[in-house]
């Protein structure tokens, strides 16, 4: 057992976050160069923290050791959301979990295609149509917030432009109170972004309430009828996966995926992608590989632990940087370069070394549907992408 590299520094005059949160590739860089070891600690909202950086760390601390890290019950996420399946620990995460996987699988899952198809194509023709360049990114995030609000709340830009306009308003002022400093203050002619946020959630709230009395089809329908352990559950998991968390994350993706495979030169990478299904699935993991579109995630230890071989002690921090993580070279060959071969040869079958969605028993418990916003087979999602990278 070895003592962590680094130095976690002295309360508040040490920490680093504002540093880290600039520039987070940049900041993990430096200090695997400077510690010579993809795990180091520094101080990160003034707690000292391990920074997980290789493959080997965060498996055991998302898979093997989960139950010794805990989620934070006092992070910025609990304070926006409510208590939710990504905010708990225990029995009561598992529960939750357990309700809320089968709305994101089976035939409730594939009711879901047609309508991403239908959303995918009219995104594609407006496109056409409209024949002059485009922001990839807002083009797809405007894509993915229509996907959220039709499959989660039932409302549909094309009949409720005004409503969904509104939601859409909402759920990206309350974001931003997840990238601002938690002040909640008001004054007659000025809030504090923090506050803004939460009078932006509150509203939403209002909103959700509604449809889950009023809106018995569908994804809204079938989440008021699960076994929840209060009444507020239900809504406040409404409320996080309307947030604009998830229509980032899908841009995020989308664009990614459309740069890589852009220019002349990639001509021929594009043509396999759009014939051979299983070589778009070695483009799109690579993609995520290379480009994960959340920094990682933030646990604590519950007890003295170790993680790769480095004491972890109790209460500390730790957190998992995808970025890194997904360029660890003792992993990945060559950990820079875009080569979805890479996944039918030396990685084939390790996908689970990747940690975009989280990993272990805490993951994301939607894989099934982004992989359906991602890989629509019989729409044009996928197409429409492939024709940006082509320009045109």
Excluded at 208 to 222: A, E, M
């Amino acid at each position: 057992m070895s003592k962590l590299p680094g130095n976690a520094g002295v309360s508040v005059l040490g920490d680093k976050s504002l540093e880290f949160y600039r520039d987070p590739v940049s900041f993990c860089r430096q200090r695997i160069d400077k510690h010579r070891s993809r795990v180091f600690v520094s101080r990160l909202l003034n707690r000292p923290t391990a920074f997980i950086c290789s493959v080997e760390a965060m498996r055991e601390l998302l898979c093997e050791k989960s139950n010794q890290f805990l989620k934070d019950p006092t992070d910025l996420m609990t304070n926006v959301y409510g208590d939710t399946v990504v905010t708990t620990n225990g029995e009561e995460a598992c529960l939750l979990r357990l309700s809320l996987t089968s709305l994101f699988t089976g035939t409730r899952l594939e009711s879901s295609s047609d309508y991403i198809t239908s959303v995918c194509e009219r995104c594609l023709k407006d496109l056409s149509v409209r024949g002059q360049p485009e922001c990839g990114y807002s083009v797809f995030k405007r894509l993915g917030t229509e996907l959220v609000l039709g499959l989660f709340l039932n409302v549909r830009a094309e009949e409720q432009p005004e409503l969904f306009e509104e939601i859409s308003q909402l759920c990206t002022t309350h974001w931003h109170g997840l990238i601002s400093a938690p002040i909640n203050l008001k004054a007659p002619l000025w809030s504090s972004g923090f506050s803004t946020a939460l009078d932006a959630r509150d509203k939403l709230m209002d909103i959700i309430k509604d449809k889950l009395q009023n809106d018995k089809q569908g994804f809204v329908g079938h989440l008021g009828s699960l076994p929840l352990p209060d009444s507020r559950a239900a809504a406040q998991h409404l409320l996080l996966f309307i947030s604009a968390l998830i229509p980032k994350a899908l841009a995020s993706l989308l664009t990614s995926f459309t740069l890589a495979l852009s220019g002349n030169e990639k001509e021929e990478t594009r043509r396999r992608a759009k014939e051979d299904p299983d070589f778009l699935h070695r483009v799109l993991l690579e993609v995520q590989r290379l480009w994960p579109p959340f920094i990682g995630g933030r646990r604590l230890a519950d007890q003295d632990s170790t993680l790769a071989g480095f004491l972890v002690p109790k209460d500390y921090g730790v957190v998992y940087i995808s970025h890194a993580v997904h360029r660890d070279p003792e992993v990945f060959e060559q950990p820079d370069s875009f080569q979805p071969e890479r996944w039918s040869g030396r990685n084939a079958g390790q996908e689970h070394f990747l940690c975009s969605f989280g990993n272990g028993p805490r993951n994301c418990i939607g894989p099934k549907l982004t992989n359906i916003f991602l890989k629509r087979r019989k729409g044009h999602g996928r197409l429409g992408a492939l024709r940006l990278a082509a320009g045109g």
